[in-house]
């Protein structure tokens, strides 16, 4: 009898040891969610790993499916320097760091974003090679935190799209009033692409699309849609987005891309 109790406890502690091994296992795999994460999100570029999403920030991978094929299947950021206005979670630059990029600077105006892709490199252990950096909302201007005399390969973008004010520091991923953050961002190109280098925006709104297509050469600039589909065939909002090239306005003889 008193054998049987002593085999039954043992028993019974072996299956309590087994069910903490397991839970640590599991742990160990997934950091345990920080109080501000809001959903972890499965995503084809991180096939063993989870993306956070903290509380205000953007998700919406739909947006930028041909940019983030273009990083994962080309060589466009070996060995570049990327920068990424508007970083949100951070999967974009995750991306760029992941295929290779030589350094990536990502910005965005609600801080909670900027927390939130920290969060995210550091699980995902892609952290020396990208710097973060907060805009302030008195100075929203597309290279506000970016040195007069910097230059990056590539500069890349999903910015808010819709002409409307922002309300809440979450709208500022949607609303770009009087397409204020498309215009400086525009305005600054040229100055912060180094030699070669050319910009990829996307956008889902054939509005910012018209907008941009018509503002670029005030700018000296040349746009190249990078996508099959029409405008005019696309609902006003739409999913996913398009990848819009824009790069330094230069004799077509010169440069054919
Ligand atoms: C459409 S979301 C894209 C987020 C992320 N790049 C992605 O694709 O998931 C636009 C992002 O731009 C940020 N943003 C809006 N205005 C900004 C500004 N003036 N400077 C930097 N970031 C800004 C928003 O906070 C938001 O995170």
Redesign the pocket.
Known sequence: MRIGAILVSIAMSLVVLTLFFVWRTDATQQPIADDQVKHWHRIEDFPDQQIAQFET?????R??ESLRQLIRDTSLVQNKTVL??????????LCCLRAGASRVVA????PA?IANVRFNVEQLQLDERLELRT?PLDD???F?VVGESEQFDLII?????ENQR?QS??Q???Y?EDF??MH?LLAGLKEHLAPGGKALL?YGCVDAIKTLCRLAPEYKLQVRQLDDRHLDDLSEVFLPGMLIQVKPLVSTESDPN
């Open positions: 920030v953007f998700w919406e991978p947006d930028t990424e206005i508007g970083t949100g979670t951070g999967l974009i630059s910005t965005d105006i609600n974003a805009v929203p201007g597309a506000s973008s999903n910015p808010p799209w922002p520091i979450d500022y991923a949607l770009d204020a953050l400086s996307a």
